[in-house]
């Protein structure tokens, strides 16, 4: 069952604005070790029935001593140390830079069966997703009389 707000109806129909509660959301949630000064990974998310997959550009890192991948309470964290040199003739450049990102996982994701892999600068992350949802669940009222005679 759906319940819409009265409100809603009075909205103009022309294309919506961003949902801005999405991105202070995701800002908000971010841990306090992370900061504005850094870079953003950029990912892409795709979600199945049964599966959650994240793909994350880090090129310039070496996945077994540069990245870590961490869940907690609903969060996947990727954090990665970029230092690339690059040496031609005479001339070197450094890349280097610390990357991170945070994001909340789906609901009905399984925490304890999330699978990395890291191929060409483009890191993996796959969550498989509980087959069913979480069952809805109805509460019962009770009843409580005040002693003045109402029922």
Known sequence: MSIRSP???????????PDWSDLMARLESRPPWSSLEGHM????EHLEKDRYTLRAELP???PAKDVDISVREGQLTIK???????????RSEFHYGSLYR????????KEDD????????????????????????????KKT?????HN
């Open 41 to 44: 990974i950029r990912v892409e």
């Open 102 to 109: 945070s994001l909340p996982l789906p609901v009905g994701a």
């Open 80 to 90: 990665a140390e970029r230092t690339e040199r690059r040496k031609e003739g005479t």
């Open 114 to 141: 999330i699978d990395a892999t890291y191929t060409d600068g483009i890191l993996t992350v796959t969550v498989p997703m509980s087959e069913s949802e979480t069952p809805e669940k109805h509460i019962a009222i």
């Open 60 to 62: 310039g890192v070496d």
């Open 7 to 17: 409100r809603q109806a009075l909205l103009p129909t022309w294309p919506a604005m």
């Open 145 to 149: 009389t005040t002693g003045n005679g």
